[in-house]
């Protein structure tokens, strides 16, 4: 669009001029320039890397808070995605930059499955089921009347057989503004083509070019986190899980309220590191500089009393000051706007001016060092050290087709001897770890809703015995807590266990290569790959009956006979509510991480064992001058990936 190309024209603070981002896409620019080196001087096929290829930046916050603004003015392209046809964005947007989708479409729409649209239709999901148990008639039947409204609306959108098109996806080769408002955004329940698919879009993905950012990223845009209808809860969750920046969007009239508390929620369980707070909509108001402080102030409050770091990066600043920057033509500010801006001693005219205080340029630099400092650093070393490896096995191989081999373990099977007694040593180690930290983690997980439950009963005996007025009210924040702290010191035993194996085992194996080629131990050493990146438990922030705000709970208890039977009611109605989480919590995390943990040496001993055999079987079969000039520059490659892994990771040594 021309306003981002009048912006960059006139160097205008956009992403390519904040100094964190130019780093991390110089860091990336030298990672891709040398696997297209390392692949024309191997084989001419550019080599696969491990992980994922783009950084992702996912966006959560209250409804209305201008999660979708925002997004809109990252992306660089006012007007781009819909956002005053509803304030409720109903779907998992994600604005792939700089990539191409497997089938070069441009817009791929995917609509909820079968047993989710289920789920959402038979008394409102799960949290209808909540509702039911927790005895709320009246909850539930405002979930019913508007179930059955949304059903209705899909029916007249999408004609009488409309669950036909449940488990499928719309994929275009291009996308425009009104394309998009028929797949992401609700309309109005009388409209046609606005919102037309909205209700049964599970998640939509855009692929866009965006020059600014230089490097391949996702931003995601998620529904509101009081979304009434809890699969889309569970679809945001997903969405937050392999997240390197979690942008927390909030209004300026309710920033981080203690009474969100489902933001609260979800914040408590993200990796607090690659957290933003980012306060929108300060355009709206009339005082701006003594309301910032105010409202900073009464933020770290609210975290304090969540037990939530007050370490977390906080922004201010306005999505609509942001666009009316990029494009002052096509967005215009209202009067209370231009006021607010007045305030602060800057012009609508004075695009330079509108757009450093829309504070798109600090949360774009706080964005990038952020990546450059968690999730997106982790990515680059884990792409640097699989090239770094790729380097080295084709640079081994090459040199090993022009020496003799040594005759002490050169061959097959000498050579098997030394490396089967290695690979069953390293297997057996990890495993032993796996096996023993992952039963003591699933016991305390366990011994820790039964330490809650009877706190928990033992407050609501002595809220029954004593004034007869007092209220209990369930509090599961501990439990979450107690439950992330378990599951953080497995996370770290079992990733060190996996690091202290991969170092000895490549270790061992540079060693067998030295001999094998007659090399220095230097010039074999072998780089172990990184762990597999964790993704953070989120299933803890998934809303459970007790997190239900009313002041029934005396009320819900009033049917059974005795304080004992409350009590006793209540520890049924714990373990029923929490089961489903520290469920996900075994399945989807816990074991899921121990198979990747096996996964990552599997794969790495696989790898390296058949890299040895392959060098003894090749060893004399090339003239020297034929491979010379490629080792040369795999040694060169090497050389570079070893300095840049060096730099995302100063404290860690790496020999090229």
């Given amino acids: 669009m021309a306003g981002i190309a009048t912006l960059e024209d006139e160097s205008r603070a956009f992403a390519r001029q904040q100094p964190a981002f130019r780093r991390f896409a110089r860091l990336h620019h030298i ?21 994922k290829e783009a950084a992702v930046l996912t966006v959560i916050g209250q409804v209305k808070a201008g999660k979708t603004a925002l997004t809109t003015a990252l992306s660089g392209q006012p007007g781009l995605l819909p956002i005053d046809v509803n304030p409720w964005t109903s779907v998992v947007t994600s604005l792939n930059f700089n990539q191409r989708s497997d089938d070069g479409n441009r817009a791929i729409f995917q609509f909820f499955d079968r047993d989710e649209w289920r789920r959402i239709v038979e008394d409102g999901g799960r949290l209808g089921e909540m509702a039911q148990r927790a005895g709320r008639e009246d909850e539930l039947e405002k979930l019913r009347a508007q179930v059955e409204r949304m059903y209705d609306r899909s029916k007249k959108r999408l004609g009488r057989n409309f669950e036909l098109l449940l488990g499928q996806r719309h994929a275009f080769d291009d996308f425009d503004h009104a394309l998009l408002e028929r797949y992401i955004c609700m309309g109005d329940d009388d409209a046609v083509a606005p919102g037309r698919y909205a209700d049964i879009t599970r998640s939509a993905d855009l692929y866009l070019d965006a020059p600014q950012y230089q490097v391949p990223l996702t931003l995601r845009d998620t529904p509101g986190v009081n979304d009434p209808f809890l699969v889309r809860e569970q679809i945001t969750l997903r969405a937050l899980s392999d997240a390197d920046v979690y942008l927390v969007v909030l209004s300026a009239h309710q920033a981080l309220s ?7 929620r979800i914040l408590a369980s993200l990796k607090q590191e690659r957290i933003i707070l980012f306060v929108n909509r300060i355009d709206e108001l009339p005082n701006p500089e003594a309301q910032m402080a105010e409202i900073k102030e009464r933020m770290l409050i609210a975290l304090d009393q969540q037990h939530l770091p007050p370490t977390a990066t906080i922004l201010f600043g306005s999505a609509l000051w942001a666009q009316h920057a990029l494009d002052p033509e096509g967005i215009e500010l209202p009067d209370h706007s231009l006021a607010t801006l007045g305030a602060l001693g800057v012009t609508a ?13 600090t949360l774009q630099e706080a964005i990038g060092t952020v990546m450059l400092d968690g999730g997106g650093a982790r990515m680059l070393d884990t792409a640097c050290r699989s090239l770094l490896n790729h380097a080295q096995r084709r ?6 087709q022009t020496r003799a081999m040594n005759g002490a373990v050169g061959s097959g099977d000498r050579l098997a001897d030394q ?13 032993t770890e796996i096996n023993a930290a992952v039963p003591r ?17 033992d407050r609501l005996r002595q809220a029954r015995t004593g004034d007869e007025r007092a209220e209990w009210r369930a509090d599961v924040h501990e439990l979450r807590r107690d439950l992330a702290l378990q599951v953080a010191a497995f996370t770290s035993g079992t990733l060190q266990a996996l690091e202290e194996v991969l170092e000895t085992t490549a270790q061992r194996l540079s060693e067998i290569q030295a001999e094998l080629l007659g090399q220095d131990i230097a010039e074999a050493r072998i780089t172990p790959p990184n762990g597999p990146d964790i993704p953070a438990p989120v299933m803890l922030s998934q809303t459970i009956t007790l997190d239900m705000e009313f002041k029934g709970w005396k009320a819900l208890f009033s049917r059974f006979t005795g304080v004992e039977g409350e009590v006793s009611e209540l520890r049924k109605m714990i373990n029923r509510e929490v089961l489903p989480m520290t469920q996900s919590l075994r399945e989807d995390y816990i074991l899921r991480l121990a198979t990747e943990l096996r996964d990552t040496l599997r794969e790495f001993l696989s790898d390296q064992s058949e890299r040895l055999l392959t060098l003894a079987e090749q060893t004399g079969t090339q003239t020297a001058v034929s491979a010379e000039e490629r080792i040369a520059i795999l040694r060169r490659a090497e050389a570079d990936l070893a300095a840049t892994l060096s730099e995302l990771d100063p404290d860690r040594t790496i020999a090229a």
């Fill in 31 to 51: 990672i891709t320039e040398q696997a297209r080196i390392i692949g024309e001087a191997a084989d001419g096929a550019r080599p696969q890397q491990d992980g």
């Fill in 395 to 400: 640079r081994t191989l090459l040199e090993a």
């Fill in 258 to 264: 203690t009474t969100d508390l489902g933001l609260m």
């Fill in 441 to 457: 983690v699933l016991r305390r997980v366990q011994e820790t809703v039964t330490a809650y439950s009877e706190r928990e009963c």
């Fill in 419 to 431: 490396l089967d007694p290695l690979i069953k040593q390293a297997s057996d180690r990890l495993e």
């Fill in 349 to 361: 005219g004075d695009r330079d001016a509108v757009w450093e205080v829309s504070g798109l340029p």
